[in-house]
C-alpha cells in the first residue's frame, strides 16, 4: 500500500478481522516516510535543547527512560493522512464512543530504558482506541512494543494475569516507518528497552472518553514540542517509586500483586 492510497473494503474487514481476535493490528505504509522524518529530526533538536538547558523535570520517567511528549502543531499532517485514508473511520466503527479528534502524544523511548512490567492503559471498563505512528523504524534493538494478544476479550486482574502466565503470549511489534499500530487500550501491553544510542519516538493519538476536548488539540500550548512525565510523577514519592522500579523490580512487581488482591479494578 503507498501511502496516499484510501483503505480498501478488503483492508477494512480484514483489520476488523484482527482487531476482534487480538485487540490491534497494523496498517503498512500509511504516513510519509518523508515528514515523518522531518518531524524526527525536529523532535530530536527539541530533546536536546530540553536537556542541555535542564528545562526537563527531574524524574517522571527519566530514570526508566519512557517519557511521554506533545509533539506539536508540527504533527498535525499524521492524523489528516490517517482521516483522508479512512483509518480514523475505521476506529469510529471499532469503537463508538470516539467522537472527537484524538488527545495527542508521543512515547519517547530513551536509550538504555528499562523494561516496563505488563499494564493496561486504563481500567477495563473504560477502553479507549489508540493508533500509533511509527515515526522511525521501530524494530527490537530499539524499543518495539509488546503485545499479549487477545488479552482485550476479558478482564484481567493483575493477579489473574501472572498467575495464568499470560506473558508467554507476548509479541513484539515491528514497524517500519509511516506504519500505524491500531489497538485497544485493554490490551496487555509493555514498553521495551532501547539498546541503542538515540531515542525512539512513537506517535500516539489516542481517544479517552470520546477524544480531545480542545477543537484542535494540536494547538495546545500555541503548539510547542514539550516533554512531559510518563508513568511516575516528579515529586519525591514519584521519583522513589521510578527509582524502586528500576533497582528492584521484583519489589515493584510484590506492590503491583498486592495492589491487585486489595483493589477489584486493578
Given amino acids: 500500500m503507498l501511502a496516499t492510497d484510501k483503505l480498501t473494503g478488503s483492508d477494512i474487514e480484514s483489520a476488523k478481522q484482527e482487531f476482534a481476535s487480538n485487540g490491534y493490528f497494523v ?49 498535525r499532517f499524521a492524523y489528516d493522512t490517517l482521516q483522508e485514508q479512512g483509518v480514523v473511520d475505521l476506529i469510529k466503527q471499532l469503537h463508538p464512543k470516539v467522537l472527537r479528534m484524538p488527545n495527542i502524544g508521543c512515547n519517547f523511548n530513551l536509550p538504555g530504558s528499562r523494561t516496563q512490567h505488563y499494564h ?28 499479549v494478544p487477545g488479552t482485550h476479550q476479558r478482564f484481567y486482574k493483575y493477579t489473574q494475569f501472572v498467575l495464568e502466565r499470560c506473558h508467554r503470549k507476548g509479541v513484539r511489534i515491528p514497524m517500519n516507518r509511516g506504519d500505524v499500530l491500531v489497538r485497544s487500550s485493554n490490551v496487555w501491553h509493555r514498553g521495551m528497552t532501547n539498546r541503542t544510542s538515540v531515542p525512539r519516538p512513537m506517535l ?36 522513589f517509586r521510578e527509582q524502586l522500579f528500576v533497582k528492584v523490580p521484583i519489589a515493584y512487581s510484590a506492590l503491583r500483586f498486592a495492589r491487585s488482591l486489595l483493589d477489584s479494578e486493578y
Avoid: Y
Fill in 27 to 75: 496498517l503498512r505504509n500509511m504516513v510519509s516516510p518523508e515528514r515523518l522524518t522531518e518531524l524526527h529530526q525536529i523532535l530530536a533538536e527539541e530533546f536536546e535543547k530540553a536537556s542541555k538547558s535542564g528545562a526537563l523535570f527531574s524524574g517522571g520517567g527519566q530514570v526508566s527512560g519512557h517519557l511521554n511528549c506533545f509533539p506539536g502543531a508540527g504533527a
Fill in 120 to 147: 493496561l492503559d486504563r481500567p477495563f471498563t473504560r477502553d479507549f482506541m489508540i493508533a500509533n505512528v511509527a515515526v522511525v523504524d521501530t524494530v527490537i534493538e530499539n524499543g518495539a512494543i509488546e503485545l
Fill in 204 to 239: 500516539a493519538m489516542t481517544w479517552e472518553d470520546g477524544g480531545s476536548n480542545d477543537p484542535d488539540p494540536f494547538s495546545a500550548g500555541g503548539g510547542a514540542i514539550r516533554f512531559l512525565p510518563n508513568w511516575f510523577r516528579p515529586t519525591r514519592l514519584g521519583r
